[in-house]
């Protein structure tokens, strides 16, 4: 079930983005009066489609292979290859008859509709939901660094005060593009003391491998056992990428291992003190404390009811006793804006995204960033989640607008930003390229864009496999 939810949002944020994409080609096509042929949504290959009816010249439908969709302009060399229509006389209807200049808003048109698209989605979220976030200056208890953090020289309780001199406000620019793409220097305190430290370049390939969670999170303070996991009342329910693991792969039968928590006599709503005679305070402390004893009984000082007891159970060989605990509440601030302040923020968050992916791009072609980091419609889907939230919805397929319009601006033949490149030589040149060219041009294109899809999904899948 939550392969399917996870599948559901995913078909239904891109089938939007793709829909309104082409339907910026397809008017500014007709703005021109230019014949568009056909309107799909993704590809109706060797002639195989889902349904399609036909409105004055053009025929709309759905195909069925979910990779996009396109829309087929007359007198165009794209993804249709149609050659006998270009070796006939061109019309006054058709693409190659108009303007160099229409030709180019024409094929900006999908990408100027992706940007506005992120734009109002960014707008409207801001408006209805406002900003919240946690205010680092109150982070009175500091960071907790993971594997990542604790690899770039950060240790528990370190506040985080400035980022390249800029001083923090917000917990959340320490996870954001600013640190993950801008390789900066990080001004901490630690007892009493400020120290710099160097973000490396490398820091988005392991956050690829590891996740964001490894790299630095607030410090919460440890609160009461809020659960003690139960193998008995647990429900078994795998995910559709779990089920295609286990069909390659099949997995060997393993016996439940007991619950040592729940073994031990621990319950919802103790406090824990200490463990093995070292006080708790802090999450962090507990789990560390635990991990440490992997395989090993320890000795767990617990507050029920006001009066201590000591525990001991067995820790597992993962390094875990199967229990929840609460965490403090976060300093956070709430921000409200108005209809028109909501605009100015929702812009600058999208252009931000749109920068941010020319900035993974670039890392990526100068090798500072692994490809490993490029994600399929499989990854996609996982960033979605297994529960919907139109809030979550939205803020993601406003993301992904603005990724597809930096990536179709790219200058690949058989993408739009290919096209764009082609007509403006053509502007410069004052005459067309030869069609050959331009065939050639398309098949070259559309090796690539099927290379890198592969490369793409070939990441997740290992990804899926390796974890």
Do not use: C
């Not at 390939?205 to 440890?222: D, K, L, M, Q, Y």
């Not at 601030?333 to 812009?347: A, C, L, N, P, R």
Request: zero cysteines; a positive charge.
């Amino acid at each position: 079930m939550d392969g399917l939810i996870m599948a559901g949002q995913l078909l239904l944020g891109l089938s939007i983005l793709v829909i309104l994409h082409e339907l910026g080609h397809f008017l500014a096509a007709r703005a021109f009066g230019i014949k568009v042929e056909k309107f799909y949504l993704f590809f109706d290959a060797w002639g195989f489609k889902l349904f399609s009816f036909k409105v004055g010249d053009t025929e709309y439908g759905v195909g069925w292979l979910p990779l996009g969709g396109y829309v087929k302009i007359s007198g165009m060399i794209d993804e249709s290859m149609d050659t006998e229509q270009m070796a006939l006389p061109p019309e006054p209807w058709e693409f190659r008859s108009k303007p160099a200049w229409q030709r180019l808003i024409v094929m900006l048109g999908g990408i100027i509709v992706n940007v506005i698209v992120g734009i109002v989605i960014f707008w409207m979220l801001t408006f209805k939901y406002g900003e919240t976030y946690i205010t680092n200056d109150q982070l009175v208890n500091g960071v907790n660094p993971g594997i990542i953090g604790k690899e770039i020289g950060l240790k528990n309780g370190d506040r985080i005060l400035a980022i390249n001199g800029q001083k923090v406000v917000r917990f959340e620019e320490l996870i954001s593009s600013k640190v993950l793409l801008g390789s900066p220097k990080l001004t901490i305190s630690r007892d009493g003391k400020a120290i710099d430290l160097k973000v490396p370049e490398s820091v988005l390939n392991s956050i690829s491998e590891h996740g964001i969670e490894e790299f630095v999170t607030p410090r919460f303070v440890a609160e009461k056992i809020s659960g003690v996991y139960d193998p008995a009342k647990e429900k078994k329910s795998k995910s559709v990428f779990a089920k295609i693991k286990e069909f390659f792969v099949k997995p060997k039968p393993v016996a439940p291992e007991p619950a040592p928590a729940l073994e031990a006599g621990i319950k919802v709503g103790d406090s824990i003190i200490a463990i093995n005679h070292k006080p708790v305070r802090f999450l962090n402390e507990f789990t560390d404390e635990v991990e440490k004893s992997a395989g090993k009984t320890i000795a767990i000082e617990v507050l029920r009811n006001g009066s201590p007891l000591t525990l001991s159970p067995k820790v597992s060989k993962e390094g875990t006793i199967g229990v929840a605990i609460g965490r403090g509440k976060l300093p956070t601030t709430h921000i409200d804006y108005s209809f028109f302040e909501s605009f100015s923020v929702g812009t600058t968050k999208a252009w931000t995204t749109f920068a941010d992916n020319g900035k993974g791009i670039w890392k990526m072609i100068t090798g500072k960033v692994s490809a490993r980091n490029i994600s399929s419609p499989i990854g996609i889907a996982k960033v979605y989640g297994s529960e919907f939230d139109w809030a979550n919805f939205w803020r993601l397929t406003g993301l992904i607008s603005m990724a597809l319009a930096f990536m179709n601006l790219l200058p690949i033949p058989a993408l739009d930003g290919g096209h764009v490149v082609f007509l403006i030589i053509e502007m410069i040149k004052g005459k067309p390229l030869g069609d050959k060219f331009m065939e050639r041009a398309q098949v070259v294109g559309f090796v690539i864009l099927l290379s890198l899809m592969v490369f793409a999904f070939g990441n997740d899948i290992l990804k899926l496999f390796n974890k």
